[in-house]
């Protein structure tokens, strides 16, 4: 399959800051990917290289045939709407969008409000592979094929920001030395080792379940609301750097944007209480809660702020709590 140029910032993007605004500036992340790519798709390590999930000052647009400079002309708000989620797309995961994108940094900044609506593509896509999977495979097994579906979809976007958050907090006894921990492209032991811990929680929990259908039902929830959550962070603190590039991340969001995220969210878990139970949901709600503050504790206190590899981080814990969640029923 052929990937599309994904938006880069001129000295590239780091796999490791695809949800952070300017972090730093490194090699291509995703050569054909997406702008914040997760690992280098062709293997090695994988915080082998830079980049950055927004736009700054300095922001160049390699030649793709599908994202241009906004144009003259105004778009009709769904026109608008239908571009920003497309952007989302684009953004978070490595599906083509062969559909034009008007590029502005107010754009980028509001494709936030979609984040748990591409959660829900990558929840669905893991729920279809462990469906398959499960077809003519243990549970376990068709588990962890779920899981590397995931992976493969998003180029593990988010379990390197996981790495190279607990390789800064837990690497380090200041703030600077952190954020420049976490600028390294090379992954250490408290990186690797949260990378097996919460890989392997997860797929064990939801290993756990009793049935297919909660199984498929926790995968889609999980990834929904786990975006909420990074979007929650990102309207409730700081971007945590100084120095470097300014991004969008660096730009407050609208109210609008963490509204809509949120009530994405509560009608995801509505649906749980309607699909499951009423007490499924309230565990998930519990569950995500639950991370977001733990990670919250984690990383903030320290960073005074967040950073797109914290951001990845809260997307990997939050999403492990609601699976641990749900198997605690």
Known sequence: M???????????????????????????????????????????????TKGVHTHTPSFTLLHNPNIQRASTSMPSPIQNELKTLILAIHFLTRIPTPFEIDYTPDRLNSASRYYPIVGAIIGSVAALAFFLASLALPTIVAVLIATAATALLTGAFHEDGLADTFDGISGAY????????????????????????????????????????????????????????????????????????????????????????????????????????????????????????????????????????????????????IYIAFAAI
């Open 174 to 321: 200041d703030r600077a030395r952190s954020l420049e921990i976490m600028h390294d492209s090379r992954i250490g032991t408290f990186g690797a080792l949260a990378l097996i811990l919460v890989i392997t929680l997860k797929i064990a929990a939801l290993a756990s379940l009793d049935d297919t259908t909660t199984i498929i039902t926790a995968l889609i929830a999980a990834h929904i609301i786990s975006r909420t959550s990074t979007v929650i962070v990102k309207a409730t603190s700081t971007y945590a750097r100084e120095n470097g590039i300014a991004g969008p991340q660096d730009i407050p969001l609208r109210p609008i944007n963490t509204v809509i995220a949120t009530l994405t969210a509560l009608i995801t878990i509505a649906a749980l209480a309607l699909i499951l139970t009423p007490t499924h949901a309230l565990l998930a709600t519990a569950g995500a809660i639950t991370g977001h503050i733990l990670i919250r504790l984690y990383f903030q206190p320290k960073l005074k702020g967040h950073t797109g590899d914290t951001l990845g981080a809260t997307q990997q814990i939050t999403e492990l709590a």
């Open 2 to 48: 052929t990937l599309r140029t994904p938006l880069r910032f001129a000295k590239g993007a780091r796999a490791s800051e695809a949800m952070r605004a300017g972090d730093a500036q490194g090699g291509n992340a995703r050569q054909g990917s997406r702008a914040a790519g997760f690992p280098p798709p062709h293997g090695g390590n994988v915080r082998r």
